[in-house]
Each structure stands twice: as structure tokens, then as C-alpha cells.
């Protein structure tokens, strides 16, 4: 519907990213120029084999891994589906697996619906978050067992941003002999990781999410941890992953994740003092607004916005007519009939999930943009509220969350 | 992102009759906040029986924006016996059509007028009256058998996209699809010439399908070689499975189509699909 917009204001980086200029420049070569296989033995094939071998250290040094603990996947969704399966297979008496209700749909489908693929009945736990999205590390303690093969969960929220206490989590996992799984696809790159201190056995992470293409992901495999592959064939990956590599796409996935180690201080300075600056003005210019998610546990890029008695289809196609790209929890944008399963776990009640908007930003972003969306949403959002049947009855009577905790 | 039309769009980002009529003579109210989308529909009827004005309040995404304002231009001036003839597809088709997922919204503005008619009358409605199958989204088997019934839904999956129904936890998902098989059934009885049995269960449906393999089909195709045998017969989709010479011919799909599908629905009903399964 941006027919009219003459220009794209993007907010929506949670979902994925411009590939960054330097990263296809970095690329193009290996397209046409350099296109050999990186296995073979003669030096056209070579020289690739060495671009893939940097790109590799690059990645690793972003996360403070080694880079043979690395094993190049297609995308995140594949690279959690391995994790969890092996775990599984490496342990195949223990039949207990623990998650969370706010995972990505690659975790928590794959963990609903494993009986399919095993043919073995697993426990699955899926732990409950608070109104403001963190978890109760004393609720996850008492929900691991001796029985419980993995425990996978997510570094930092898809929707509302809010981080999980990785270190510590893992740590619980690792005392009690129980391999740690997080998808990181929305961490790395926008804070530091170090998996030097952080003792997870697996990390998922892709590279869309960090300005490199899409179609590329990576699992981080700790040293010692055991391993069965998913996909099956040839020797690559050291016969982890089997299927020549994706070349281009590694080679740009290692020169974004040397970018994203470059820009890591902006992303948590002037990124998020934009993010800042557009969450403050909506909450403050926009009544009945309130934020999803822990104020400050929260990536630096993303906020998400709860505008009550309106429904967030309607607020992302008036950004649209104005260029603005951002995203939402509510029903009607998923497909689904109900809203974000994040915002139904952190008990957001129904007068603002199905208003839940997500803005998430990137390097890319400019003060001048944030103003433009402050300029333009309380008009839509007035708009809209005109509209709903609900907004005159709220104005009457004083609404009262049904949460314990206060937000805003 | 979903496919608009133009006019949809044109409708969402110009709303026309936003409000509420004052002194209205008929108040329809549907849809929740819990379910993601909600209308008020008020009219003002004169003593013709004419409706004189429409506004709508609504609450939900641009298609439920845009059914709604469509609605309301549609009735306005319209007598009130015309008005009760509208449907979910007159809607969508003012519209130029609404994707599958969101044709629940038409359906949403079906309703509103309904209620406000049935409130400009002082009746109730019977839809309301009816069994809950769906408690995410209170609907009832009255509602669903209706959508089913007026515009020809052939799945489950229908269905949700029409009234929401199923859409939350699926636990009615069996009770919809016995709800489905009930209407179809009905509509294939009304459907069927006089000369054929009045009523047809399934199982005589199987059997007569069977009679006409043995006494038809079969003999023609053993002359090739081959053979068919059947599977299962669901409702109106009648399975199939293709040996001997056939399962390997290049033109089973055609003989399927063109000969098997057509002596069945010639010789039994004609609404049945032939489609082949691996057995």
C-alpha cells in the first residue's frame, strides 16, 4: 500500500535487514569471478576455501567462540532443529525437554511437535514469563530434571526485545549435566556475546538479522559437546553439515559480523538513544499507550508499543501509506486468529495485544526518521480510535489492567 | 502482506459513514475486543421502511474497516425488505473480494445489519439462540451451518476463514467437520433429481458407487489391462486407487477424470470428485 510513499522509512529490522553495502561488495567476486568449490584441490577452488576460513574467524571472533566450533547452516531455523535433535539423539533415554511460552515458532513448533519426528513421547516445559516479559529463574530451576535431555531457550525476544539471563541459565543447565540450547538470532550483533563466559553447548544465530543475506545461519557447537548431524551427505563442516557451502553468503555473513563488532558501541549509544527518543515521544504525545516488555533487559534496538482500542493491521497499513515499515503482535498480520503468542504469555490483556507495534531499528536509522514517525502516529492512532467502538466506552470508564504489575 | 483491492484500500483510508446515526432506530453490536475485531452498526428507518442512514464504528483491520464502510453505503436508501437479502459475498463483491483468511470480516458486517434490523423490530435473532461449538471465538453451530450453507464451504479450514470458528484452540475442529458433512449432506438430497433415492447415506452412496465400478468401469478397463479399486468414499470425494496397467499409464489421471468421474457422477451423484490415492 506504499504506492504513495516516496521514500521507506524501515523500523522493522527484527524481522530482517539491509544487506549492508560493504558485505555485497565484499561478495560480488565470488559469484562470477571466484566461483570454485571450496573442497576441491586445485587453487581456483583454494582461494575460496581460504575467503571461507576467514569469514569463519570473523564470525567466531564476534562471539568469542573458535572457529571450528562453527558449522554453516542455511538459516536459524535450521540451525535450532539441529541442536535440538542432536540433543535428543545424544540422549536418547532422557525424554524431558525445557522451553518457554515466548520462544520463536522454530523452537517451540519443533519442541510441540517432536513426537512426529522421534516417534518418542518428550515432556516439553514450557516456562511462563512475567507481565514484563523476563523470566523466574527460581520457576526454572525446580523445572529441571534429571530427565531433561535440553533445554533450549531464546537469547533475546523476537517481539518485545527483553533478554534472558543466558549466563546464568546455562550455568543451572550445565551443573546438573544438561545441554543449553539459545537462539541468539535476534542477540548477535546488537550485544556483546562471549561464549568464552557463557557456557551454552549450542547457539543459533542467521544472517539476515545482522545485514548479511538471507539464507544463511550458523551453529555454534561447543568443543566436547556431542554431536549428530541433521542434514547428512558430504564430508563439509567436517562432516557436521553435509552440502557444499553457501560461499557468497558466508563470505558476507563474515564481513557483517565484522561490521557489527565495529558498530556494536553505536548500536547500544546512538541506536538505542533513538529507540529511546521514539519510545518516550509515542508513550508521552499518545494516551493509553503502554510498553511491552522490561524497560531496561531489553535489546537496544527494538520497543514494542501497545496502542489500546485499536487493532495493529490498521496502524501498519497508515504507516505504510507513509513509508513506514514496522510490525505487529495482533491477529490479523499473522495469518492467525489470535493474537502473538509473546503477548498472550506475558498476560497483555485483549484491549491492547491486537494494538501491539514493534519498531526495530538499525544503524541505518536517523534521528530525522524517528521524528517523522512521532510527527505522523498520534494522528493515525487519533484516527482509528474515532473509529473503535471501544475508545468512547474506555474514555467513560477507567480501564483496569488485569496485570499485578504497573506498567508505565 | 495481504492482497488488497483497490477498492478495499480506498474504503480503509476513506471510511465513508464513520460514527453513530443519533436517534437510531436499529443498534446491531458484533465481534469483541477478545476476538480482534468488533462492529456497531446503527440505522435510522422512516415509516416506508426505508433505511435513511448508516454509520459504523469499527474496530479491527482494514478489511473489517472496509466491509464495514462498504456495508453502510449499500443500505443506505435501501429498503429494509431489500437490505435483509444481502449476503457475505454481496459485501465481498462491492469490495471486488476479500482474501480467503479475512472473508470473516464480510461476515461480520452480514451480522451487524441482521442485528440491527432484528433490533429495529424487537426480535430476537436465531442465530444467537443456537449451540456454542467455538468458545474462543462464541460462535455457534447455527452460524457455522449457515456459512457453510450459503457459501458452499468445503473444508474446516473454510470455515475458519469465514466465521472464526476453529481458529484458536481447534478443539471443535470435529464437531466443525461433522457440522460440514451435515449441511453437504443435505445439500447433495436437495441436489438430486427425482429419479435417484430421495435420501442417500453414505454408505449407499458407497454401495451404489460400487455397483456402477463392477457393472461399468471395471470391464472397460480390464479390456487394457488394468483395474481400479476403491478406497474410501468421504462425503462427496471419492478415492480411488489404479492398478494393474493403468497405475503406470501415462493418461491415468485423464481415464480418471474423463471416464471414471464422469460415469460416477452420471450414474450417482453429481457433485463427486474422483481423486486417486496411493493405497
Known sequence: MSDSADRVIYMDNNATTRVAPEVLEEMLPYFSDYYGNPSSMHNFGGQVGRKVTEARQKIADLLGASPDELIFTSCGTESDSTAILSAIQSFPDKRHIVTTRVEHPAVKNLCEHLYSLTGHKHKVTQLPVECDGTIDLGKYEESLTEDTAIVSVMWANNETGVIFPIEQMAAMAKERGILFHTDAVQAVGKIPINLKKVPVDFLSLSGHKLHAPKGIGVLYVRKGTPFAPFLIGGHQEHGRRGGTENVTSVIGLGKACELAALRMDEENTRVKALRDRLEEGLLASIPHTLLNGHKTDRLPNTTNISFEYVEGEAILLHLDRFGICASSGSACTSGSLEPSHVMRAMGVPFTAAHGSTRFSLSTYNTEEEIDFVLEHLPKIIADLRTMSPFWEEAMKAEVVCGCNCKKN | ?279
Open chain 2, 1 to 279: 502482506m495481504w492482497e488488497y483491492t483497490d477498492k478495499v484500500k480506498e474504503h480503509f483510508m476513506n471510511p465513508r459513514n464513520v460514527g453513530e446515526v443519533t436517534g437510531a432506530s436499529g443498534i446491531g453490536e458484533v465481534g469483541s475486543l477478545a476476538c480482534g475485531d468488533a462492529l456497531k452498526l446503527t440505522i435510522s428507518v422512516n415509516d416506508q421502511e426505508i433505511i435513511t442512514d448508516a454509520k459504523f464504528k469499527t474496530f479491527g483491520c482494514a478489511s473489517a474497516i472496509a466491509s464495514s464502510s462498504a456495508l453502510t453505503e449499500m443500505i443506505k436508501g435501501m429498503p429494509l425488505a431489500e437490505a435483509e437479502k444481502i449476503t457475505n459475498q454481496d459485501i465481498a463483491d462491492f469490495l471486488g473480494g476479500l482474501p480467503k483468511e479475512k472473508m470473516h470480516c464480510s461476515v461480520m458486517g452480514r451480522e451487524a445489519l441482521e442485528a440491527a434490523i432484528a433490533s429495529y423490530r424487537g426480535v430476537t435473532l436465531p442465530m444467537a439462540e443456537g449451540e456454542v461449538v467455538c468458545e474462543c471465538f462464541g460462535v455457534t453451530d447455527l452460524e457455522v451451518k449457515r456459512a457453510v450453507q450459503e457459501n458452499n464451504l468445503l473444508s474446516v479450514e473454510e470455515i475458519t476463514n469465514f466465521t472464526k470458528a476453529g481458529g484458536g484452540c481447534g478443539k471443535c475442529h470435529d464437531r466443525l467437520e461433522a457440522l460440514l458433512h451435515e449441511v453437504r449432506q443435505d445439500k447433495v438430497q436437495s441436489a438430486i433429481p427425482d429419479r435417484r433415492p430421495k435420501r442417500m447415506t453414505t454408505i449407499q452412496k458407497i454401495k451404489l458407487i460400487e455397483e456402477v465400478l463392477e457393472r461399468e468401469i471395471r470391464p472397460t478397463l480390464r479390456k487394457d489391462g488394468g483395474d481400479i479399486e476403491l478406497i474410501d468414499v468421504d462425503g462427496d470425494i471419492v478415492t480411488v486407487s489404479l492398478r494393474g496397467s493403468c497405475s503406470s499409464c501415462m493418461k491415468s489421471q485423464t481415464t480418471l477424470k474423463e471416464y471414471v468421474e464422469k460415469k460416477l457422477r452420471e450414474q450417482v451423484l453429481d457433485s463427486l470428485t474422483v481423486e486417486e490415492g496411493r493405497a
